[in-house]
């Protein structure tokens, strides 16, 4: 049985339009004009137990839209969303101990005390006993090599201590279904991954399902074989990440190493110029015309070295947001 | 229920922790709360000492209104305030959504989560001004007990206004000038109904019971009013709470949540 099950989903909300200026300022005050916003639109996709799905979109896709759907916290427009079993937004204990929703610019722990006593509140809400909570406190500190942190006030800790204690606030009740919102926000490059490793090993250990949006596509890359793509409300892509990249890109990178320094205006024949920077030069090439393209090169400039690659996702990704509307 | 106790002595020892970081906040509440009262008195001795005096409230009586307005007071700067207005906040900052996923009434954890000790001093200032009240008109033990009856109601009452009133920022998000006008409307409750003219004796009664939170528990002590004022009370209070159960599972429905 699927862990989450959503078919159809969509999410109109109302939101006010105000012109710019005083006039404008006014007119809002006094008569609200309102416009309906398609969040979210026929949307539909299966998640199984176990797997990690990183959910991509660009800001104000849809992606925290469907995610809030999916925890209950706002009621669907239509369409219907299974998570575990349970219908969301009923926000039963069953469903509710299930699941978890992690934001990375939100932060649940108490600022002014040590991260502890969050958890002991939390283990409280849960009715996890004070055994239970002792040994799950220490098993995932280890894990997320928290020791001796927990006990220093919140405000103490750096960003990337707090943003760990808040993925163990929002663990302790062992959930199996987890979703997170751009987690590694704001962290530097050793926190992100350190983060990262963790969702994998809880992944394994657990078996827990996670369903993950982040700005970072290095969290993407490292944790998702799945990814859902989402654009303007909806879903345009639903496959391994491998494919996005045919899928949307079917072009390759090629990095060329020269002989002496060609100025872009010179290279531009050859492909898409990416960047130039002395005798280094990276193009984006159409798949078709690659031979040609590399055989032409090769015949007219002096080539030390030659490397052929699948473009970064990034750039993959920022495409298909720049191209706007996607044919399914 | 027994799970909530437990939940509740949890919240409450971990906001005393919390608030017990800055200690020097506990002086500058009695302090203040010293001040208010002095204020309060020196305006009703004043009054008093004119010769003029409320309709049917002599001196001491009068006095013990202004000491269950004190301690309603420091119950709700100790109970209400800090819970109800946070409201507003989780609203605004969207951390709403952490409560609403614990797998607790969501409207307990927002009207319990913390207790801050700051209204201590209020409450202690009000119970020594109604004994004091209450010594000099001879008042037998009992009375105080039959009194704490009105006395909860009255909470009651103002929480539940309170809270619908929190509640309503699911629409309105920027709703914390609100509360104030409840706070500043319940100033009223410190001089006994009796000094006000009928117009607004009806407007506190009916719209905003401010009444039912210190006129009604003082007749009550005082032996005056019988059983008709609780009974009231009672009964308002019970609607209340039933209707500010249902308005914020009735608003939880319109919540959208702070985007990111």
Redesign the interface.
Known sequence: MSTIVVEHLSKV?PVAVKEAGLKGTLTHFFKRTYRQVKAVQDVSFKIEPGEIVGFLGANGAGK?TTL?ML?????PSSGRVEVAGHIPFQ?R?AF??Q???V?G????L?W??PAL??F???A????ISDRALEHRVGELSEMLSLGGKLNQ?VRKLSLGERMKAELLAALLHEPNVLFL??PTLGLDVNAQVAVREFLREYNQRYRATILLTSHYMADITALCERVLMIHQGQLIYDGSLDGLVDRFSPCREVKVEFARPYSAHELSVYGDIQDVDKQYARFLVQQEGLTGAIAKILADLQVIDLTISDPPIEEVIGRVFQAGTVAR | ME?YF??LR??WS?AI??EL?YRINFAIAAFTSLGGLVGSLFGLFLFYQTGSSFPGWRWEEALIVVGIFTLLEGFSSTFLAPNLNRIVRHVQ???L??V?????SSQF?LSAHTVSPWGLPDIFFGIATILYGGIKLEIEPFAYFVSIVPLIFGLAILYSLWFMLGATSIWFVKIYNVTEVLRGLLEAGRFPMAAYPTAYRVFFTFVVPVAFLTTTPAETLLGRSGIAGTVVAGLLAIALLFVAHWFWRFAL?F???A??
Not at chain 2, 100 to 104: F, N, R, S, V, Y
Request: no cysteine; proline share 3%.
């Open positions: 909300y925290t809030k925890t209950g916290l706002i009621h926000r204990s509710l101990s699941v978890t929703l934001m610019q939100k932060q649940q108490i002014d005390l006593d969050s002991k509140i939390n409280a809400v849960y009715g006030p919102d751009e | 799970r437990r939940i949890i919240f971990t922790a919390a970081e900052e969207g951390t959504d952490f609403l996923l614990k797998p607790i954890w429905r919540y959208t949540s985007s990111s």
